[in-house]
């Protein structure tokens, strides 16, 4: 039986209070930066439990309810809807074409040590946002980074 994705993600954008963002690098696509990202495991996850276990995978960072930096996932009560890549497409049922992707932010303190897992990533770099902007291959990973400061400013705080 195949096990297919569900075509529901989280993206994390980690960053620091001067605003410099954690990018990732692809292990399976090396020219692909990007922050943390990932899709349920369940239909029953939620979004921020997903968020706080690809933290913990992708990164090596504890957000869980209970850590230090519980406090410090954002949810930013934005989705994003776009067509899954072709060539990941086969990792999603034959039908499904389109994915739906949640947006949160996580602030660390400035050196927070970054534990890659090696299977999915192989380096990573703190780079000012704007900076990540440029880098990141998804177009709605680099806006994440372009609106961080607004973000950050919002009345009604994420």
Not at 91 to 99: E, K, T, W, Y
């Amino acid at each position: 039986m195949t096990v297919f994705k569900i075509p529901e993600s989280v993206l994390v954008v980690i960053y620091t209070p001067a605003l410099d963002v954690l990018l990732i690098k692809r292990a399976d696509v090396p020219e692909f930066w990007q922050s943390v990202t990932g899709s349920k495991d369940k239909p029953d996850e939620t979004f921020e439990q997903a968020a706080r276990r690809e933290v913990f995978e992708e990164a090596g960072m504890d957000c869980q309810l209970g850590s230090a930096w519980q406090e410090n996932l954002q949810d930013w009560r934005l989705e994003n809807i776009y067509q899954i890549y072709p060539h990941w497409r086969h990792r999603f049922a034959p039908d499904v074409l389109f994915n739906t992707e949640h947006l949160f932010g996580l602030q660390v303190p400035a050196g927070a040590p970054v534990r890659l897992s090696p299977r999915e990533h192989t380096d990573y770099r703190w780079l000012p946002y704007t900076q990540a902007a440029e880098l990141c291959f998804s177009p709605s990973n680099a806006e994440a980074c372009l609106m961080l400061p607004h973000l950050l400013a919002r009345k009604d705080p994420p």
